[in-house]
């Protein structure tokens, strides 16, 4: 027996509102829902629910051989709960333990073949190598790598899924060290496609005397970095040029290191007002120097 994919989808709807009114408010999950954790889910509960949402379609549950095609065997119910397990084996919700509000992302993967948690685990991981533990990675930003690199797309919510957690399965992962190995999960690109979904606190930002960068090093930077390193390259080179051009003295060169640093401090308090501040203050060089 077939069911057409819209009526399927409804029926798991009608399944999960039924188990919603199954239970007492004091079962409420973590989440804040009144929906229970999915352990506390009984196979009667279930069994009971999936029944009368299809019963809303006109299917019944017979345990014998089904004469009419509307009647449901013990085979067709087997046959849902397989296509139900296909459906979580196929579909992840990436999250965070210590998410703000509900910021999960739904990805699924066309064929099921690619295993997902791996996936997203090694972007988060990669993360953290290349940007430091301070700073983390949104939800969003794992999940759109998945898509960019990973042959995922995004999906809606859905209530069958694999649940990847980015705190509760990184901490302590036991397979670290091939997954890291794995060369099927290398993807060129990746640190560039992770860059623009940094959350949390970055790490300080300092400028050094460091001479001339090897040129290398430009090709990993993100956009916005990249624009940045012009802006400070150009800034400084006309800076030059000018004291060259109008002559090093200290009254000129105080004079525009006045300018510019009450500039830098607007810019630091509007930065810092948005969430996108680098520098804690003016990186004036030391007496080292």
């Known amino acids: 027996m077939e069911i057409e994919k819209g009526t399927f989808e409804d029926i798991v709807r009608k399944m999960m509102a039924n188990l919603d009114g199954q239970h007492q408010p004091e079962l409420a999950g973590t989440s804040g829902t009144t929906r229970p954790a999915y352990g506390q889910f009984t196979d009667s509960m279930a069994a009971s629910a999936l029944a009368a949402a299809l019963s809303e379609h006109g299917f019944t549950i017979n345990e014998g051989s089904p004469e009419d095609g509307q009647v449901l065997g013990a085979e067709d119910f087997k046959d849902i709960e397989e296509d139900l397990r296909r459906e979580e084996a196929r579909i992840y919700r990436i999250t965070h333990t210590y998410d703000i509000g509900n910021q999960d992302v739904y990805v ?38 998945m898509v960019s690199l990973y042959g995922f797309r995004h999906c809606a919510t859905r209530h069958f899924c694999t649940t990847v957690d980015l705190y509760a399965d990184a901490e302590g992962y036991p397979d670290y060290q091939s997954l890291m190995a794995d060369a099927s999960l290398h993807r060129e690109g990746l640190r560039h496609a992770l860059a623009p979904h940094l959350d949390g606190d970055r790490p300080e930002c300092t400028i050094e005397n460091a001479g001339v960068l090897d040129s290398a090093q430009y090709r990993e930077m993100p956009d916005e970095m990249l624009t940045a390193q012009d802006l400070v390259q150009q800034g400084a080179v006309h800076a030059v040029s000018f004291l060259l051009q109008h002559g090093c003295d200290k009254a000129t060169a105080n004079q525009m290191l006045e300018s510019l640093r009450a500039n830098a401090g607007h810019i630091r308090e509007e930065a810092a007002r948005r969430g996108k501040g680098l520098f804690k203050q003016d990186q004036v060089a030391s007496l080292e120097n």
């Open 108 to 145: 699924e993967h066309p064929t099921g073949d690619v295993d997902g948690k791996r996936v997203a685990l090694y972007c988060w991981f990669k993360a953290s190598e290349w940007f430091g533990s301070a700073a983390i990675v949104s939800n969003l930003g794992i999940a759109a790598a």
